[in-house]
């Protein structure tokens, strides 16, 4: 599903327009952003976690002449899933 899919099912279920699901959607996702880089990050019960994470640095190889190169560390973002949306994934098989 993309953005635009997305945005047709939201509207679709809850009887909005498509441009207010647009905004809804941006400000949804921006407010995620700006707190995971205030690094607070945004808890929904059930649904999961968004956080950073961060990765230490290490060595790598370059898979086409085998070589080792250095990777640096990083923050990354990270979504951890909560109970109900696991279970709810593994009740949909």
Do not use: W, Y
């Not at 939201?10 to 909005?16: N, P, S, V």
């Not at 207010?20 to 952003?33: G, K, M, P, V, Y």
């Not at 086409?64 to 709810?88: D, M, W, Y």
């Amino acid at each position: 599903m993309n953005r635009s899919e997305l945005i047709d099912a939201i509207a679709k279920q809850t009887g909005a327009t498509k441009a207010d699901t647009d905004r809804f959607l941006n400000a949804f996702t921006s407010t995620i952003e700006k707190n995971i880089k205030r690094k607070e990050g945004v808890k929904l019960v059930g649904f999961g976690t968004f956080s950073i994470s961060k990765r230490k640095a290490r060595l790598g190889r370059n898979p086409q002449s085998g070589e080792e190169i250095q990777i640096p560390a990083r923050t990354v973002p990270v979504f951890r899933p909560g109970a109900l949306l696991k279970q709810a994934v593994n009740t949909a098989k």
